[in-house]
């Protein structure tokens, strides 16, 4: 079963398709860019899955996000990427667990 929910226009020439669809044989909320060009349309490798069990937790994230945190400029340390989208910065985690003896 695939039913797309909405297309946003990234831009151009690629839309961003959410949809519900089955993938091995489990049902799922499906984010993917759509490209359409001379060479090729379709979709493509760049997108994510979220399985139906952890819809819930996406959906109150996404719920989470105040809009007005989406206007205005960038804060310096949130500089945007080549593809336009700002990073968050990854926070490392400590592996205290580790026996050194095991190597």
Known sequence: MEKDIDRIAKNSDTDIVIRI?????????TIREFVKGE?????????TRIPADKFKIFKAAINSIDE???????E??????SSGFARKPVEKE????????EF
């Open 21 to 29: 669809d089955d993938f091995g044989g489990k049902r799922g909320v």
């Open 94 to 101: 400590r592996i205290d667990s580790i026996d050194e003896q």
């Open 76 to 81: 310096p340390s949130q500089a945007a990427s």
């Open 68 to 74: 007005k945190d989406l206007e205005g400029q960038p």
């Open 39 to 47: 060479r090729y349309s379709g979709f493509t490798k760049a997108g």
